[in-house]
């Protein structure tokens, strides 16, 4: 398989891989709480990254052959994304604040194209400020499911909690920064750096946890959640890093609209509930937008 093509297919294999990982999440932050729970899912994903390195011993030095910019500028990145993330989600105030944080995070598919204009020297027809926007018209509309999002809610909001908003708005330019970034920096290499990621942020959202969380008690629900929480998020970084080095950005990052759209249907078919008609519009427009971005956008000769 050549390597653009298996590099997209990777990117591709990491989105479904995150949206089966949704339900799981929540119900892990709701028994641990959201520091504590992102602290143990990638120190399980750090121990994956030891037991690489037991079994490919000259793997690690490899990692440090990498460009200095990509193993500090894209680490940096990447650890910023995580606690920008799960800090969002933590000071958001009720579940609205939550749904509101959450779409300015899923932000970060268009970012992703947006900034590939300028830091991989794409090109872009006007068709790729209607397909963006019908793309997260849809995603509003997902995600929202039967409560009411509106702009008056969204900017309310904001100024009452800014703190949650601008981080989640952090989270979504840190990770299109981290996707182009690698292609820029690490594009061609072989092998990426996630290994040497996943522990340090297990590390960092560890000292926040012992800091402002109690240690709650694990359940065997709670480890059994975490171990494959830790393992899938490890696998699929690992699987995007990759699509960002070898396969075509901007593909994957039209295809990545549709993660929300995933994880929404992934959780109906597993509660067993019956989708809404939002459903299926949103639906609808996130495809529709997907494939205009992404049709909107060429590589320059």
């Known amino acids: 398989m050549k390597k653009p093509i298996a590099g997209t297919a990777a990117g591709i294999l990491a989105i479904v891989l995150w949206s089966t990982t949704v339900a799981l999440v929540r ?7 959201p520091l504590t729970a ?3 899912v990638y120190i399980v ?18 990692l440090f052959q990498l460009p200095r910019k990509y193993l500090f500028g894209c680490g940096a990145l990447f650890i910023l994304y995580m606690t920008a993330l799960f800090a969002a989600i933590g000071f958001s105030k009720d579940r609205i604040q939550v749904l509101e944080v959450g779409l300015l995070n899923y932000l970060w ?5 947006i900034f590939s204009l300028g830091l991989l020297n794409r ?4 068709i790729l400020i209607p397909g963006t926007l019908l ?6 509309i997902i995600l929202a499911g039967e409560e009411t999002l509106s702009w008056e ?7 009452e909690n800014p703190v949650a908003y601008l981080l989640g708005l952090t989270a979504a330019v840190s990770w299109a920064l981290y996707s182009n970034l690698t292609r820029r920096w690490a594009g061609g290499h072989p092998e990426g750096a996630v290994d040497l990621f996943m522990p340090v942020t297990g590390c960092v959202f560890l000292a926040f946890s012992l800091t402002l969380e109690s240690m709650p008690g694990y359940t065997q629900r709670a ?22 080095r070898q396969g075509e950005v901007v593909l994957v990052a039209a295809c990545s609209y549709l993660t929300p759209l995933l994880s929404t249907l992934i959780s109906v078919f597993y509660l067993r509930v019956s989708p809404t008609q939002g459903l299926w519009i949103g639906c609808a427009l996130l495809v529709t937008g997907s494939l205009l971005s992404w049709f909107s956008v060429e590589a320059t000769k």
């Not at 994903?45 to 011993?57: T, Y």
């Not at 090109?123 to 006007?126: D, K, P, Q, S, T």
């Open 223 to 244: 480890v059994l959640e975490t171990v494959f929480l830790g393992l899938a998020t490890y696998l699929g970084y690992g699987l995007w890093d990759y699509a960002m």
């Open 45 to 62: 994903g750090g121990l994956a990254s030891g037991v690489r390195f037991l079994l490919s011993p000259g793997h690690l030095k490899s």
């Open 38 to 40: 992102a602290a143990s």
């Open 27 to 33: 119900s892990l932050t709701e028994q641990l709480g």
């Open 153 to 159: 809610s969204l900017i309310k909001n904001f100024f």
């Open 109 to 113: 598919p268009p970012l992703t194209i």
């Open 123 to 126: 090109r872009a027809n006007w």
């Open 135 to 140: 793309a997260v018209t849809g995603m509003a």
